[in-house]
Nanobody, 122 residues
């Protein structure tokens, strides 16, 4: 089992920055692929970013490329999402998720946090 707890969400003006954190506990963190997803009101949950456990290869959804950075600290069992140049359309509940193998599809992920709200005002 892997337990995930997000933090760092909040209200920010357009153009601002936020850093989300996800604390993981349970099994060996470095062995898991970690990802961020988000769900805006009235929309389906969508992929944001992913990082492999070993080698730390990353990938991003097109809407956030160049603005968001996913990173992880395996020594601290922590996952991060640095969000810069935020836009109102980034407003959503952000979730971290974990699974053993690489995927950008939410239905493949086994473990989820409770989510943290990010609201970007115009």
């Amino acid at each position: 089992q892997v337990q995930l707890v997000e933090s760092g969400g909040g209200l920010v003006q357009a153009g601002g920055s936020l850093r989300l954190s996800c604390a993981a506990s349970g099994r060996i963190f470095s062995g898991y692929v970690m990802a961020w997803f988000r769900q805006a009101p009235g929309k389906e949950r969508e992929f944001v970013a992913v990082t492999r456990g070993i080698g730390m290869t990353t990938a991003y959804a097109d809407p956030v490329k160049g603005r968001f950075t996913i990173s992880r600290d395996n020594s601290k069992n922590m996952l991060y999402l640095q969000m810069n140049s935020l836009k109102p359309e980034d407003t959503a509940v952000y979730y971290c998720a974990a699974r053993r193998y690489y995927s950008v599809y939410d239905h493949n992920y086994d473990y989820w946090g409770q989510g943290t709200q990010v609201t970007v005002s115009s």
